[in-house]
């Protein structure tokens, strides 16, 4: 089944580090994105990668990195400079995209997501 | 301002009932929106795309207006199954809205 895949659904971390969320696709998609979410909000863009290689800050990238090696992969490493990590992060992706602000208009689909909780 | 923006809600709907969400946006640069329905704590799925002055799908209508910059999402014919947050996008600049909370009531 084609997909995209989270891992792992809950992680809990200590505060002062690093920790890395893993996201899989293969829809054969060459856009990959970010998102945070936190209670009653809606979903934040932290980064995205249009292509492997390359990838563009979102709205709220600092505290976060990205690397995107792979077509397939685009893990997301929280790093002990985010101050509030605690959230609900999502993995979407789509088949490509111009780049923010860009008349590309495709549909972007979701993981299941990850539920980081900093103790 | 907020790129887009929602009612969040409540809307509590007995089953049957039409109900209509609506999305405003300030770029009037965004080009094509998407709703998303998001269930309790799992990620948001694609319900519809729009791309000029509307779309629908069965039950689902989603229309576009451009000069007052909104998108409206209509849900005819409620069932219990619709109770979810239905969240907005605007689709080339990666924005969403807060969403806005339904629940059909038997």
Known sequence: ?119 | RKEVEQDPGPFNVPEGATVAFNCTYSNSASQSFFWYRQDCRKEPKLLMSVYSSGNEDGRFTAQLNRASQYISLLIRDSKLSDSATYLCMTGNQFYFGTGTSLTVIP
């Open chain 1, 1 to 119: 089944d084609g997909g995209i895949t989270q891992s792992p659904k809950y992680l809990f971390r200590k505060e002062g580090q690093n920790v890395t969320l893993s996201c899989e696709q293969n829809l054969n998609h060459d856009a990959m994105y970010w998102y945070r979410q936190d209670p009653g909000q809606g979903l934040r863009l932290i980064y995205y990668s249009q292509i492997v290689n390359d990838f563009q800050k979102g709205d709220i990238a600092e505290g976060y990195s990205v690397s995107r090696e792979k077509k397939e992969s685009f893990p997301l490493t929280v790093t002990s400079a985010q101050k509030n990590p605690t959230a609900f992060y999502l993995c979407a992706s789509s088949i490509w995209t111009s780049g923010r602000g860009s008349s590309s208009y495709n549909e972007q689909f979701f993981g299941p997501g990850t539920r980081l909780t900093v103790l």
